[in-house]
């Protein structure tokens, strides 16, 4: 199948992103991809809810406000409202979840507090404990001097773009006459049975009769919100688990472990001759594997195994999976090969997520390790992806790196440059210029996607091809330009 982004999805991205980027619009293995520019103004929420540093972009009375404002929103009917919180391990988290809770009681929402739990978590929680909303705060892989706030639906979903412009409005609203009496206030109550309520939930993603005996499994939680449940999930499942990552102090999330710093759970993996290393992030929805050599597995290889087994079981909803214009053109190859088709869709899970729910599919993520299935989950769980191959890994009884070398991808290289909060530098000429002389040196046979990122002032310059050395000098040429200017 082709490579294909609706026109539809260009132009909501366009509506919705603050900042320019370059999207591929149509194209394929055979064709080349064209990027359009995405312009949008959004003051508050990014493509993975409200993100920044701690005390300066999120600071309480901003956690307040968007708790006033989120729970004014949910307000629909006259039972009681309640609303669910759960965070990752970050210092700042003490801060930010004391203000939220005034914010939500203060419009007459009762709040359970969850503790440290990963994002999935807090979605399925959302649903199991019928709340009105569920709310993550975290900064997902940044360092812990950020932090975030994720908002969930009843359903469990994300928000839409629609109910964030409504957050947004009351955010910067005079909500004095809409809170609460005094007899109607809020209340507040910290839950202790939620780990094992999640750790049931993904054991049961598998065939009851599977274990995991017989595999040495190296868990590195990276120091965030999977602490507790990833290792004792693994265990409970029959696994020799060895965990890293696993004493969180406020400061040292995702310092030198988990998903973006994979380097000392491959060390590990070799040191005890592991057969599986699983690398979560700081909120544990997204998974990087390492397999038995040390070798590092991404997100497409994943979405190559599980693809290849849901078809075999006839398990998967669509004739192909949804992913995102940054995974290899490996995998598209690869799964045409199997007579399955690939649609791409912008950079984001809510957008892979968004396109599955709009057209059936159960099956997508991100090279990055945000693998959704939505048979299971609402949003991307690393835990459970993870189960997910150990599952495939035990029915063939081969190693891991036989199992996830489903396909060579392309050469492909990324890089980012940081610019200056407020700046537009991929409006500057010179960088216009740059880009589009490496579009034609790359020719039809190749990819460039230049964006920036939604959770932080980074520009990522993307490139693929056949010819690794071109693609490496494309790359650099467009760094070059970007950075004379990105100051």
């Known amino acids: 199948m082709s490579l294909k982004i609706t026109q539809t999805t260009c132009d909501r991205v366009r509506e919705e992103r603050h900042l320019p980027c370059a999207v591929a619009r149509e194209g394929g ?46 307000q629909r009917g006259d039972h009681r409202h309640r609303v669910v919180i759960g965070k990752d391990t970050r210092l700042s988290g003490y801060m930010i979840e004391t203000a939220m809770v005034a914010g939500f009681t203060s419009v007459g929402m009762d709040v359970l507090l969850l503790g440290p739990m990963p994002t ?17 705060i975290s900064a997902s892989h940044n360092p812990f001097e950020d932090n975030g706030i994720k908002i969930f639906g009843p359903d469990g979903f994300k928000l839409s773009d629609e109910v964030e412009r409504e957050i947004e409005r009351l955010i910067d609203a005079d909500l004095q006459v809409k809170l609460a009496g005094s007899q109607d206030l809020g209340r507040a109550k910290r839950i202790e049975s939620v780990h094992a309520r999640y750790i049931e939930f993904a054991k049961r993603t598998l065939p009851r009769n599977l274990t995991l005996d017989g595999l040495r499994v190296v868990v590195d939680c990276a120091n965030g919100a999977g602490y507790r449940v990833a290792p004792e999930t693994l265990w409970e499942l029959g696994a020799e688990v060895i965990a890293i990552g696993t004493e969180p102090d406020g400061f040292n999330i995702n310092r030198d472990v988990g998903s973006t710093a994979p380097e000392a759970l491959v060390s590990k993996v070799r040191e005890l001759r592991a057969d599986i290393g699983i690398a979560l992030d700081g909120d544990a929805d997204r998974v990087l594997v390492v397999d038995e050599k040390g070798q590092r597995v991404d997100g497409d290889q994943l979405m190559a195994v599980v693809a290849r087994s ?29 007579g399955l088709g690939m649609v791409r869709t912008a950079v984001g899970d809510r957008y892979v997520l968004e396109h599955m729910r709009e057209h059936g599919y159960n099956l997508g993520g991100e090279q990055s390790g945000h693998i959704i299935m939505s048979d299971y989950a609402t949003t991307g769980d690393g835990l459970v992806a993870a189960l997910q191959l150990l599952s495939v890994v035990q ?22 440059v940081r610019y200056a909060t407020g700046g537009e530098p991929l409006r500057q000429d010179s960088v216009v210029t740059a880009i589009e002389g490496a579009r034609q040196r790359l020719g039809e046979g190749g990819r460039l996607v230049i964006r920036p990122s939604g959770t932080e002032p980074v520009i990522r310059v993307m490139a693929e091809g056949d010819d690794r050395d071109l693609v490496v000098r494309v790359v650099d040429d467009v760094v070059e330009a970007l950075r004379k200017v990105a100051a």
């Open 29 to 74: 293995p055979d064709g080349p991809e064209r990027d359009r520019e995405l312009t949008t103004v959004r003051k508050y929420f990014g493509t993975d809810g409200i993100r920044g540093r701690a005390n300066g972009v999120i600071t309480p009375e901003l956690a307040l406000k968007v708790g006033q404002a989120a729970g004014l929103v949910f």
């Open 120 to 136: 999935p978590a807090v979605a399925m929680l959302t649903r199991s404990m019928r709340a009105d909303i569920g709310v993550m």
């Open 310 to 338: 849901w078809q075999e079981d006839a398990r998967l909803s669509k004739n192909g999976i949804v992913a995102t214009i940054m995974s290899n053109l490996g995998l598209e190859r690869y799964l045409g090969g199997l």
């Open 395 to 416: 029915r063939q009884q081969r190693p891991v790196s036989e199992v996830c070398h489903c396909f060579d991808p392309l050469p492909q290289v990324l890089k980012n």
